[in-house]
């Protein structure tokens, strides 16, 4: 839950549109945006912790590509102490490469939440 001192982030608005689209039983659409959150919260993870390596190999390729996304994971979950993060990438990965049914979708989407949380909590403890 967001504190009045916390920024909404994009992945907070991805995350609520995705739900949306559970909620109308899009899981295409919302399977999309839900993988969506979790990039978005990787990046903001790799800026918010100036994880440099990362951050030019993003620059040097013009793109976050699933390499330098998965470098970044590995990097924060390092920093953060918080191994778990693997877990909740890999199920966003999974959100938007497998053709999962209704209640999987769901699940994952939860983990999918937690690195939203996560990478939240990180960019709100910066800022103050």
Known sequence: MLKKTDVLTASDVLLEEADQLLEKGDTVQASEKYYKAAEEAVKLLAKTLKLTSVLNKAEKNGEWDLRVLHEAVNEASQVLNNPELFEYWE???????ANLSMAVLKKEAENVRK??????????????
């Open 115 to 128: 690195l939203v949380k996560i990478s939240d909590k990180v960019a709100n403890t910066k800022m103050a």
């Open 91 to 97: 199920s966003a990965v999974a959100v938007l490469t």
